[in-house]
């Protein structure tokens, strides 16, 4: 895993002071996983155009979420 995290980060061009105690996982009024950005994070992503997506699911034995992170025109 520790492989395809650091591929990701080369590939988005992610750089320090930016870490993923940035990003925050919560819940919309209608129970819906979202991501909230904070600070370099939100900075970054804003200026890129991007926004972030993701899905939850779990069982009883198991849990997995899915993040897509998409490019908004402008």
């Given at each position: 895993r520790t492989q395809y995290y650091?591929?990701?980060?080369?590939y988005l061009g992610?750089?320090?002071?930016?870490?993923?105690r940035n990003c925050e996982i919560a819940n919309l009024p209608s129970g819906q996983p979202t991501i909230v950005l904070h600070g370099a994070m939100k900075a970054w992503f804003e200026a890129k155009g991007l926004?972030?997506?993701?899905?939850?699911?779990?069982?009883?034995?198991?849990a997995a979420s899915f993040c897509v992170v998409e490019h908004q025109p402008t």
């Open positions: 650091g591929e990701m980060i080369t992610m750089t320090m002071p930016m870490t993923w926004s972030v997506h993701i899905t939850m699911t779990d069982e009883s034995d198991y």
